[in-house]
Each structure stands twice: as C-alpha cells, then as structure tokens.
C-alpha cells in the first residue's frame, strides 16, 4: 500500500472524458469550447487510439437536402422507422428521437472540427442518401478529431485506463487510473464516460453468451473492456439492454482475433448455401439483400455447433461480391472443397445435392429481389437460387464477429447516467457504445452507431460542461 | 548481387505488393484520397503488370498510411506507401537499360560519382584548353563563355548528352509499358488531357483536398508546393536553355545575356524554384516520420534532389559572378553537374515524372472506359 502510494500522481482537471474513440471526442472538443478544461484518458497506445470508431467508416444522419456527398434528403420519421425495421420495435422512443433529432445536420458540425466527407462510391451507393463517408474512414476522422483537441487544449493521456470512480451521494469526485508510469488519482469537477462496450473482455462475454464466446471473433479494438460499465454498475448505476445482444455480424473465420475490422466481412452468402459443421443448411441465404442481413448472420452462426459455418459457392458467382481479404478455398468438386474444410464429403454432397434439385430456372439477377427461390426445401432460399454445379467451387468459413455490446447504462435526456432509484447522479455523463442499449435493443443499421456516439458525445459534452457553470 | 538472389529479391516486393493490395481491395476505404485505390477497386486480382502499373500512380502522399486501421503495430503490418516506393524503385531498375541496371543499388553513390567526375573532367579539360590566364580571367561581353569552353565542344557535349538522357527515357518508359501490361491506352488523346491537367496541379498531392501528410500525420500542403517550384522551376530553366539556344543559334546572339533578357529572367526564376523546391524537399526528407517511407529509396530520392540543388545554385552563382575571375570556374561546375545530371537522368529519380505521367494517363483512359 505504501508502495502504491509513493507512485500515485494527483491530476485535477474540470471535465475528465474517459475512452478516445467518436464519443469522447466530440465530447471534450464540446466541454472545451465552453470553456472547461478537459483531460481525455485514452487506454490505447497512439496508433490504435481512436477504440471502435477507428473501424467505422460513416455516419447516418438526417439532412433535409443533398449536398455534395449525400445523394438526397433525409428525414427524421424516415430515419425513426428505419430503426423500427432493424430493431423491430425494441427501443425507447424518446431516446431514439433524441438521438435522431439532434443528428439534424450533424455533418455541419463536424465538418467545422477537421472531418471531410467524401461521396459513397462503389459497394456502397445503397447508403449514398442516408449515410456520409469520412474520407479515409474513422482513424481519418479520430485523426482530425485529435487535431482539433490540440488545438483547443484538450490533454490527452495514452495508454491510461480509467480503473475505478470515487462516488459519494451520486457525485463522482475522483477517478483511478493506470497509466505507463504507475497510478494516478484524477481529481475532477464532472465525468464523461465514453469507454465503450465490454465485447474486448472475453470472460464477461462468457458470462453472458456461455463457453461458446471463446470461438466469437471480436471485429474491433481490444481495449473495450468494459471496466467502467462494471464500475458503475457496482455504484448503482441502472442497465438497459440484453448483455447478449450487440452488433455481430458473420465474417471470415480466419479473421484475427481482435481488430480485423471491415476487410473481414464476406459478401457472398447470398449466391451460395451455408452449412454447418455436419453439412446440413441453416437458414434462408437469399432472405434479403446482404447489407440488410450480415448483421443477423453473426448470431444465426453462434447458434450452431462450434459457432462456425461453411459457406460453397461456384464459379458463376466468384466475381459477384466484395473480394476477401483472405482468398477462398477451392476445389474442382464439392467433396474436395469440404474434405479441404474439415467437412464429411458425403454430408455436403448430398445438402448440395438436395438443393441443386429444389433450383428451378428463371432468371438471375444480384441487382434485384430476383425471386429464384428453390421449390419445396427446408429451410428455403427465396432469392438468387442457382445451382451450385459450375467448377471450381470455393469456400469460405465464417465465424460470429463481435462489433460491440449493448448492454449499456440508462441516460436521461441530459445524457446523464441514472441510477437504479431513477434519479440521475450529478456529474456522471455517458456517451457511445456504453449507452448504445439506449437505442439500439437488438439489431444494426449502418452508421448509426456513429450517430449515436456524436450526438450523445456531444451532448454529454455540453452537460458535463454547462453543469459546472451553474 | 546473384541474379538469382535478385531474382528472389524481386518477387519478395511483388508479394508483398500483392498482400497489401489484397487487404486494401477488401478495406476501400481509403478510395477518396487519391486516384491509385479507384484504380486497384477496377481490379479483383493483381497481376505483376498492375502493380507495376499501381505503384507508379501513387504519390507518396502518405495519407493512406495515417487513416490506415491495419498499419502497424497491426498484425496485417500493413505500410502502402512503403510498399508502394519500392516497387515503383524497382520498376525504374527493372527498365533501365542493360549496365545502367547497375546503378540502382547504391544510386546516390553512383549519381554523386558521375557528377564529380564530369565536372572535374570538364574544369581540367577546360582549364588545360584555355591556360590558366584565360580560365581565372575576368571576361564581358556576348561569347565570353566561349572562351572558357569552345562553341563547338560544348554543344557536341551536351547534344550528346541531351539525346543520350532522351533515347534512354524513351526505351525506358516502353519498357514500363511492357512490364505494366499496358496495351493501346497511350493512343487515348483525352486520356492525355486529363493527365497533363494531372501533372500540372499535382491533383494527387492534395490527398483529397487538404493536402499530404507531411512532415507528419498532420495534413500540409507543403510538399505539393515543394514539388510545384521543382517542376515549374524545372521547366523555366528548360525555358530559358531553349530561348537561348535559339538566340545563339538562329540570331547568333551569343550568351551571355543582361539580367534583364529572356533567357536571364526564366533561368533566374527558374534557378530559384528549384533551388527552394529542392531545398524543402531535402528538408522535408530529413524531418519527416520515418516509417512509411521505403528506407532503400531514400537514397536515390535524396541524391536526385540534391543534384538540382546544386545545378541551380551554381547555375545562380554564374550568374552573379560572371564578370568575374572565378567565371571560368563556376561555368565549369555548373556545366558539369548540368552534365552528371543528364547522364544520371535515366538512373535515378528523375525517372518517376515519366513513368508517373504514363501511368496517370492509363488511369485516365481506366476512369474513363470503365475498363482495365
């Protein structure tokens, strides 16, 4: 204990912002306008600072008019019924429209803070009205960001991890940190809590999704543990949101365990048929069109043995996606492709071979709903069903990949956390993925998560700034 | 070095140009920063050729490497522009002709020598031709220079040199062609428009809009200015050889010529572009981050910018000095690092503005036809 003592450095700061992705950012660069100042505690090195928000790549926002890389406008009902759709019905009204309400032109703001935008080009037009790109995707826009904090004064700690709150009577007077040269003590007048989900920390995902976890692939960075949504839990802090449930999609199972990001994600399941480990179908490939689906393909993958799949496509559909980082496995027959997988040949032989006979003609078209469904087979696939009979066949495997968490802290409409008596603590602000739960209760839509982290940053920002003032 | 150890080498820069381009293939994002990620997404698959090709069409603008989510310490250990810069070393290797392949490998060394000894030789050929009282006298008026280096010699010399440099860029760049898989794309006029439009603003150093990452992650347009003075400092110079020439020549007007005459004025301008633009390239070279940088093209980067460097300024100190004794012996460096400059010309860095302009006009026509 004394030892610990002889180490630990005293910093004060007014607002203190804990995590250094979207979130945290726009909320110090919001607090230090107003005047405060601030101390963002970032648990990452330099270069991969940023947390999540350095994999994203655009931002959904409502606008009432094109512009020069929003292709037309787009409103706030339509934005609200958009996560109807993904989430069907599982979110809290008024935070949705808070959320969507003041991403009104959001674009405006951090234009004026060093983000650029770009128009969405190929594989992405289907989100070229509703979604704007950052150009060089989120660490080009952490970069600018970080930019902006220096030259307004923010200080920024790396490789700082925020460990525990000092709370008495629902204020936070101090936080305990480790950093590269021991421990600190951080004396501060208002918190930001901007830190993430808890998807980086493998035994709390065991918690909650059981042994399986151990075979998700986690898509971003590694540092969202979820230490302070721990933290205030124990303080009393009240959750919201199934701690099963996040944004997970189905990616390449050769992915890295941590930090694959985009270049992961495989676009073929639509052309093919997926199996799982005994060569048996799943679900509906041809459901929908891709970008509405890949973020259910993540759980339908954990829900099977080992929380893997398999899926074969053939050469007529090789060129008709995305390529993959890794390239597929291949083979000029099916029982080689799935002896080269792990697979029992004779298994995969006969699904391919049950479904290439429910195939009927018509005509095939990636572009559209093309209804060329199979006839009597079980599960179906009501769209681009083509045989598979074209050699060679290829393969991929795909494994859960884990985005974020949803499990989150309730806020109130100053983005302040409450606790579980319902009243808000004083000074405890929360943004991001830690509030994401707030919103979102099951499914994803695109860009949305970046949203969510702007507005709340942002407001959180001001509160925890505007709160000192009074 | 073994030509099969070579051989080995050469293929590790493929691969690894490969691996990189596979990633950003699968990534895309950084598709708004310049024309080379556009280029690659026309792709499912990179052959030798169009990476070749790829390499020669980045800038070294570096903003992929700062918005790069795989960069290092990543696991993928993913460094385009490293990559990118030796590859594009390579291709000016792999097309020069038969020796002057040689002199890649240790180019600033190679571009150091030859510039010395073409001005030592032409300093003692010079001063042995004209005796020591004509060489370290003050000369004035039309052809002084000429007493120094005889009319005839010193156009044998550099028309020599001149269409020795222009034959080996010529073969040079249709071996580029070649080794790049292009086809008719040069016969594409508007193809040629574009790219001239290309060169002439440097569009692609303006990494989208707010400029290149140099010296450091921080947006700048610096370096495009830089290389701005260079070029046009460059082609003033030309300007003012040609202007001159033709004075000489059809209107037997013999340099030199008062501060206030053509040829004067554009080599003035000229000298001082280059003098700045290859100052502040040197110096950026010196300051900049390290790490995306190819360290084996450092070198040949250096050397090429530091011979301009010094062409101009000994070219800005005839100027000054003409009238004086040390005349015979300005004119004689200035001439001979203009001289190394024209030999080394074909062998080093001076390479990348041709192959970058043929490979900004197959890009041209790639944008234009929607096809590879």
């Known amino acids: 204990m004394s030892k610990k003592q002889a180490t630990l450095d005293h910093i004060s700061t007014d607002v203190l912002v804990i995590g250094g992705g979207n979130a945290a950012l726009t909320a110090a660069i919001t607090a230090r306008e107003l005047g405060l100042k601030v101390l963002v505690l970032e648990s990452s090195p330099i270069e991969v600072r940023g947390g999540n928000s350095r994999h994203t790549r655009n931002i959904r926002y409502i606008h009432d008019a094109a512009n020069s890389f929003l292709t037309g406008p787009y409103l706030e009902e339509e934005c609200y019924n958009d996560l109807l759709m993904v989430t069907k019905g599982n979110t809290t009204e008024k935070m949705a429209r808070l959320v969507i309400r003041g991403s009104h032109n959001v674009g405006d703001w951090m234009t004026a803070h060093g983000c650029r935008f770009q128009p969405a080009m190929r594989g992405t037009l289907h989100l070229s009205r509703t979604n704007a790109f950052f150009r060089g995707g989120g660490k080009g826009l952490i970069n600018a960001y970080h930019e902006t904090c220096r030259r307004l004064g923010v200080q920024v700690m790396y490789e700082t991890e925020a460990l525990d709150l000092e709370v008495a009577n629902g204020t936070c007077t101090a936080v305990h940190a480790q950093g590269p040269k021991g421990e600190y003590l951080i004396r501060l007048r208002?918190?930001?809590?901007?830190?993430?989900?808890?998807?980086?920390?493998?035994?709390?995902?065991?918690?909650?999704?059981?042994?399986?976890?151990?075979?998700?692939l986690i898509r971003g960075t590694p540092y969202?543990?979820?230490?302070?949504?721990?933290?205030?839990?124990?303080?009393?802090?009240?959750?919201?949101?199934?701690?099963?449930?996040?944004?997970?999609?189905?990616?390449?199972?050769?992915?890295?365990?941590?930090?694959?990001?985009?270049?992961?994600?495989?676009?073929?399941?639509?052309?093919?048929?997926?199996?799982?480990?005994?060569?048996?179908?799943?679900?509906?490939?041809?459901e929908e069109f891709w970008p509405k689906r890949y973020a259910i393909w993540g759980r339908l993958v954990a829900g099977q043995p080992d929380q893997i799949g398999y899926v074969f496509i053939d050469a007529k559909s090789i060129n008709l996606f995305m390529p993959s980082v890794f390239p597929p496995l291949e083979s000029d027959t099916v029982g080689g492709l799935a002896e080269q997988m792990g697979l029992e040949p004779n298994a995969v032989e006969e699904t391919v071979r049950a479904f290439n006979a429910s195939t009927k003609p018509g005509s095939f078209n990636p572009g559209e709903l093309d209804g060329l469904a199979t006839e009597g087979l079980d599960p179906p696939k009501t769209n681009w069903a083509r045989p598979l009979d074209t050699p060679p066949y290829y393969g991929y495997t795909l494994r859960p990949g884990i985005t974020f968490t949803?499990?989150?802290?309730?806020?109130?409409?100053?983005?302040?956390?409450?606790?579980?008596?319902?009243?808000?603590?004083?000074?405890?602000?929360?943004?991001?993925?830690?509030?994401?739960?707030?919103?979102?209760?099951?499914?994803?839509?695109?860009?949305?998560?970046?949203?969510?982290?702007?507005?709340?940053?942002?407001?959180a920002g001001k509160e925890a700034a505007t709160c000192l003032m009074n | 070095m073994s030509d099969e150890l070579k051989c080995k080498q050469q293929a590790a820069v493929l691969k690894e140009a490969d691996r990189v381009m596979g990633i950003c293939n699968a990534c895309r994002y950084c598709e708004g920063i310049c024309a080379l990620f556009p280029a690659m997404e026309l792709r499912r698959t990179f052959t030798a050729g169009d990476l070749n090709y790829l390499a020669n069409l980045c800038h070294n603008c570096r903003g992929c490497y700062y918005c790069c989510q795989y960069a290092p310490p990543h696991e993928f250990q993913l460094n385009f522009p490293q990559a990118m810069s030796a590859l594009r070393a390579q291709t000016y290797e792999q097309t020069a002709p038969g020796f002057l392949k040689k002199l890649f490998p240790n180019n600033a060394f190679y571009v150091f020598a030859v510039s010395l000894v073409a001005t030592i030789l032409l300093t003692a050929v010079s001063l042995c031709a004209s005796g020591p009282s004509v060489f370290f006298g003050a000369h004035s008026g039309s052809g002084s220079f000429y007493k120094i280096i005889p009319y005839g010699a010193m156009l044998l010399v550099f028309c020599l040199a001149g269409l020795f440099a222009l034959v080996a860029l010529l073969r040079g760049v249709i071996a580029f062609w070649r080794i790049s898989d292009g086809k008719l794309q040069w016969l594409d006029l508007a193809a040629h428009k574009k790219a001239v439009r290309d060169v002439l603003t440097l569009k692609y150093l303006d990494g989208g809009g707010d400029g290149c990452n140099y010296p450091d992650n921080r947006f700048s347009m610096i370096r495009r200015q830089f290389h701005h003075a260079v070029f046009y400092g460059f082609l003033l110079c030309l300007a003012s050889t040609s202007v001159a020439f033709i004075y000489d020549h059809a209107f037997g007007w013999p340099a030199p010529y008062g501060f206030f005459s053509l040829p004067v004025l554009l080599g003035t301008f000229g000298g001082l572009g280059l003098l700045a633009g290859t100052g502040g390239m040197l110096w950026l070279k010196t300051v900049m981050d390290a790490r995306p940088a190819d360290p084996a093209s450092t070198g040949m980067d250096m050397a090429f910018s530091a011979?301009?460097?010094?062409?101009?300024?000994?070219?800005?100190?005839?100027?000054?000095?003409?009238?004086?004794?040390?005349?015979?012996?300005?004119?004689?460096?200035?001439?001979?690092?203009?001289?190394?400059?024209?030999?080394?010309?074909p062998c080093g860095k001076f390479v990348h503005a041709v192959f970058r302009y043929a490979a900004l006009v197959r890009n041209a026509h790639e944008q234009r036809t929607g096809q590879v």
């Not at chain 1, 993430?196 to 151990?214: I, K, S, V």
Request: with cysteine; proline share 3%; charged share 15%.
């Open chain 1, 406 to 459: 949803y499990l989150s802290l309730v806020i109130n409409e100053q983005a302040r956390v409450v606790q579980q008596d319902d009243t808000p603590f004083n000074n405890i602000f929360a943004a991001g993925e830690i509030t994401s739960g707030n919103v979102l209760g099951q499914g994803y839509m695109a860009g949305f998560g970046m949203t969510i982290g702007t507005v709340f940053g942002r407001l």
């Open chain 1, 190 to 216: 208002s918190v930001v809590l901007a830190s993430g989900g808890y998807q980086g920390n493998r035994a709390w995902l065991r918690e909650a999704w059981g042994p399986t976890a151990d075979n998700f």
């Open chain 1, 224 to 286: 969202d543990k979820g230490v302070m949504l721990k933290a205030m839990m124990e303080k009393g802090a009240k959750t919201i949101g199934d701690p099963t449930q996040g944004h997970c999609v189905a990616i390449d199972g050769r992915a890295p365990k941590f930090d694959g990001g985009i270049c992961t994600r495989l676009d073929c399941v639509p052309f093919g048929i997926v199996v799982n480990k005994d060569g048996r179908r799943f679900y509906n490939e041809g």
């Open chain 2, 307 to 345: 011979l301009l460097f010094l062409v101009s300024l000994s070219g800005l100190l005839l100027l000054v000095f003409r009238s004086t004794e040390l005349m015979g012996l300005l004119l004689c460096i200035h001439l001979g690092l203009v001289l190394g400059l024209f030999l080394t010309m």
